[in-house]
């Protein structure tokens, strides 16, 4: 039973256009939200946060949004660029889990110059 | 340069045979962990250790073992037990408390004989 889902495994944007990378969750107990980047053979690196308690979090051209009540989040990359080309992975933590997370799948992003 | 160290980056496996995963801190954080993630999935947690001499099974620890004797290092053992070892490990590493932000290593990927 996946807790957190990305049902979107590629994603095509062109450069300068918006990006958006969408994340479902099963679990009303998580109270973190976490988007991961990966680039190929290396470790993710964080991008951004979001508590439950909020519904959005900016941070430079990266947006998360939070909507609760669907149980639904997503990251918004404006304007995109050829090296956020990208596997970017959502993960949710249980409450005061420490690092313990559970990762969606991932979403390829290709941002096309 | 404070960071995660992973070694080796390419590590092949032979039929019967233990294989370790090195995994080496110098961000002096207490929390450790390491995931593994197969193609087109997202990274699932073999095992955790939030503090010295202390470790827990995450989701996916049977064929594998771990030790954590020191702060700076948790080597990550992967037993002949393990019947599907082929994937991508990722060690991490977090301080206490915060939100689940990880920082990653850069891999290694192993392989079967």
């Known amino acids: 039973d996946q807790q957190v889902k990305q049902n979107s495994p590629s994603l095509s944007v062109q450069e300068g256009r918006i990006s958006i990378l969408n994340c479902d969750y099963t679990n009303s107990m998580f109270d973190y939200f976490l988007w991961y980047k990966k680039y190929p053979a290396e470790g993710p690196t964080f991008l951004i946060s979001i508590s439950s308690i909020k519904d959005k979090n900016e941070d430079g051209r990266f947006t998360v949004f939070l909507n609760k009540s669907a149980k639904h989040l997503s990251l918004h990359i404006v304007p995109s660029q050829p090296g956020d080309s990208a596997v970017y992975f959502c993960?949710?933590?249980?409450?005061?889990?420490?690092?313990?997370?559970?990762f969606g799948q991932g979403t390829e992003l290709s941002v096309k110059p | 340069d404070g960071g995660i160290t992973q070694s080796p980056k390419y590590l092949f496996r032979k039929e019967g045979q233990n294989v370790t995963l090195s995994c080496e801190q110098n961000l002096n954080h207490d929390a450790m962990y390491w995931y593994r993630q197969d193609p087109g999935q997202g990274l699932r947690l073999i095992y955790y250790?939030?503090?010295?001499?202390?470790?827990q099974k995450g989701d996916i620890a049977e064929g594998y073992s771990v030790s954590r004797e020191k702060k700076e290092s948790f080597p990550l053992t992967v037993t002949s037990a393990q019947k599907n070892p082929t994937a991508f490990y990722l060690c991490?590493?977090?301080?206490?408390?915060?939100?689940?932000?990880?920082?990653f290593g850069s891999g290694t990927q192993l392989s079967v004989l």
């Open positions: 991490a590493s977090s301080s206490r408390g915060g939100f689940g932000k990880l920082f």
């Open positions: 250790s939030q503090i010295v001499n202390d470790f």
């Open positions: 993960a949710a933590r249980g409450l005061n889990q420490g690092g313990k997370l559970i």
